[in-house]
Nanobody, 119 residues
Framework: QVQLVESGGGLVQPGGSLRLSCAAS????????MGWLRQAPGKQRELVAH???????NYADSVKGRFTISRDNTKNTVYLQMNSLKPEDTAVYYC?????????????WGQGTQVTVSS
C-alpha cells in the first residue's frame, strides 16, 4: 500500500508564509513527478507547482516568484514553500505523485490540507 500524507496547512495573515510537506510511504519502487494542486470553494482544482524526478520545476503564473517546490528523494517527500501569501491563495492543497511499485505505476493523492489566508 502506498499513501501520501500532507502537513503544514493552517491560517496565516496576508503576506505571511507557510511550508507544506507531503511524505510518501509504503511499497515504493520509485517516484517520478510530484506536484501540488489546490481547489478553492466553487472552483476547479488547479495545478500550483510541479517537479520532475530530475528536479525541473514549473509553476502556475499566479504563484511564480512567491512559491517554491522542492523534493527530498531520500525521504520521499515533496515540499511547497509559500511566501507573500494572498487571500486568493486560500484553498485545499493536495499533493500528487507518480509512484511505481513492483507491479504498477499510478497517480497517488494526499488527503488535502487547508490553507486559509485572512486577516
Amino acid at each position: 500500500q502506498v499513501q501520501l500524507v500532507e502537513s503544514g496547512g493552517g491560517l496565516v495573515q496576508p503576506g505571511g508564509s507557510l511550508r507544506l510537506s507531503c511524505a510518501a510511504s509504503g511499497s515504493i519502487f520509485s517516484i517520478n513527478a510530484m506536484g501540488w494542486l489546490r481547489q478553492a470553494p466553487g472552483k476547479q482544482r488547479e495545478l500550483v507547482a510541479h517537479i520532475t524526478s530530475g528536479g525541473s520545476t514549473n509553476y502556475a503564473d499566479s504563484v511564480k516568484g512567491r512559491f517554491t517546490i522542492s523534493r527530498d528523494n531520500t525521504k520521499n517527500t515533496v515540499y511547497l514553500q509559500m511566501n507573500s501569501l494572498k487571500p486568493e491563495d486560500t484553498a485545499v492543497y493536495y499533493c500528487n505523485a507518480e509512484i511505481a511499485t513492483a507491479t504498477n505505476e499510478y497517480d497517488y493523492w494526499g488527503q488535502g490540507t487547508q490553507v486559509t489566508v485572512s486577516s
